[in-house]
């Protein structure tokens, strides 16, 4: 009488591997354009509340921040400020947000791109152009 021992073979481990590789390339295919959306939905959110932060500013103190007084000039007054006794106690936002990718959005003003000012990010790689993920997004698009 000949005794096998119990366990699994070379082959029916690689098949075991095989099949949860596919089955992992089916899920990451399927969830990274919901990744995208979430990523161009935190973008749209951050922009929405951050162009309402400086219209008040703008309502307040007759012209947007400058370009060297950036979006800082939203929380923190400075000595500038035509009234500086309207400025918000807690400033006119609380944080400045951070885009997708964890840096800072882009400001400008004068604008070069829209019509108020330049609100922007630059994509996953941070750099200027780019397609797909690493598309620049900003607020003259809408």
């Known amino acids: 009488m000949k005794r096998y021992k119990k366990g699994f073979t070379l082959i029916e481990l690689m098949a075991v591997l095989v099949i949860l590789g596919i089955l992992g390339t089916i899920v990451v295919v399927n969830v ?3 990744f995208q959306r979430a990523n161009l939905e935190k973008i749209k959110a951050d922009m929405a509340q951050t162009e309402k ?3 008040m500013f703008k309502f307040n103190e007759l012209q947007y921040p400058t370009t060297s007084q950036g979006l800082e000039a939203l929380i923190i007054p400075n000595s500038g400020l035509k009234n ?7 400033g006119y936002i609380s944080s ?3 885009d997708p990718w964890g840096r800072e959005y882009l400001y400008e ?3 070069r791109k829209s019509k108020k000012f330049d ?5 996953a790689d941070g750099m200027e152009g780019g397609t797909g993920e690493d598309t620049d997004i900003g607020n003259w698009m809408q």
């Open 96 to 98: 400045i947000p951070l």
């Open 109 to 111: 003003f004068p604008p």
């Open 119 to 123: 609100l922007y990010t630059l994509g």
């Open 84 to 90: 500086p006794y309207l400025f918000p106690e807690e």
């Open 32 to 34: 990274a354009p919901v």
């Open 53 to 55: 932060a400086l219209e």
